[in-house]
């Protein structure tokens, strides 16, 4: 990662908590501390170094149970970066793609007969700014799903991935996958409706299933989708300046995109038992947390616990 170019990247989203922070000083009680509190942590977040996120996953975490008999297990706290993290990313993508395709499954289910699934492919000409493109593709896509529901083809359920690749001249090319369930469409109408919506970009692509309401589709299709879940910038193919890009283009954004009322409830359970796994105890494992802030944290400026065992209670400053 090129830290200089990160931070460059990132100076206006700074300069925005640290104004939002100035604002909210001085007040005491209700929402306005909370923003206070929170645009300080943000700020602080973002002078701190991009590689010092990823040096706090898996450093500490909490005994987790499930209804196993005698288990115990530890749930390790992940830094979130999944760009950059190849723990995290395997994580998440592992997660998404189930929830994307229970998502599939009860929107497939639901629809109306002869629908199919749809695999769309958004691109847009490359600016050389991953920022830029990827807000015209965006911008692009709602506009599409207005002009859409406008001509009477209604609401419809979807859910879109978004990838980066580096691309031949090395600077970066977005595109956004998009899974649609639809009935007979006319292609021909939807490209001249996303060209208006995207002036921008030159084509859109479409795969259907070939299968009317065929069980597997839903698999295949969360299997396809999970394939970009799980691409990140930590290969060898994205340069240090590229890194720092595409982290800074996300920042605050979705990788994943759904319709209203898309996502189904899930809840993680252990393959074993089939329950979900609860906290086992007010312990803590790992090394110890950052120190107490005498603004935010009650016990004074003293150290948080050192918590190297899972039966030493944590202090507040860990919470």
């Not at 996953?57 to 999944?82: A, E, I, M, N």
Request: net charge positive.
């Amino acid at each position: 990662m090129d830290e200089r170019r990160y931070a460059t990247r990132m100076e206006p989203h700074l300069a925005r908590w640290q104004d939002r922070e100035r604002q909210t000083a001085g007040l005491v009680g209700g929402i306005h501390e909370r923003v206070h509190f929170y645009a300080r942590a943000r700020r602080a977040a973002l002078e701190r170094p991009y590689v010092a996120r990823l040096n706090k996953c898996d450093k500490y975490g909490l005994v987790t149970k499930c209804g196993c008999k005698g288990k115990r297990d530890t749930r390790w706290f992940s830094c979130r970066q999944h760009l950059t993290c190849p723990r995290c990313l395997r994580s998440r993508s592992r997660q998404l793609q189930q929830r994307v395709r229970a998502g599939l499954e009860a929107a497939f289910a639901a629809s109306e007969p002869g629908s199919k699934l749809v695999l769309l492919t958004l691109t847009t000409r490359h600016s050389g700014d991953v920022a830029e493109d990827r807000d015209a593709i965006a911008a692009g896509w709602r506009a599409l799903y207005r002009k859409l529901h406008k001509v009477g083809w209604g609401k419809f359920p979807y859910v879109g991935v978004w990838e980066v690749t580096p691309g031949h001249d090395g600077k970066g090319h977005v595109h956004a996958h998009v899974a649609v369930i639809w009935p007979f469409r006319d292609w021909s109408v939807v490209r001249r409706l996303w060209l208006a919506a995207c002036p921008t970009s030159e084509r859109i692509t479409f795969v259907a299933s070939r299968r009317d309401r065929c069980a597997s589709t839903p698999r295949s299709v969360a299997n396809y989708l999970g394939k970009y879940l799980s691409k990140g910038v930590q290969t060898h193919e994205f340069s240090p300046e590229l890194r720092a890009d595409v982290a800074a283009a996300s920042y605050q954004a979705r990788w994943v995109f759904s319709s209203v009322r898309f996502w189904q409830p899930w809840v993680p359970v252990c393959p074993g038992c089939g329950l979900p796994r609860v906290r086992a105890q007010y312990a803590w494992r790992g090394e110890p947390c950052r120190p107490l802030d005498p603004d935010r944290d009650t016990g004074g400026g003293q150290l948080a616990w050192t918590f190297s065992s899972a039966h030493e209670r944590a202090g507040p400053g860990c919470a």
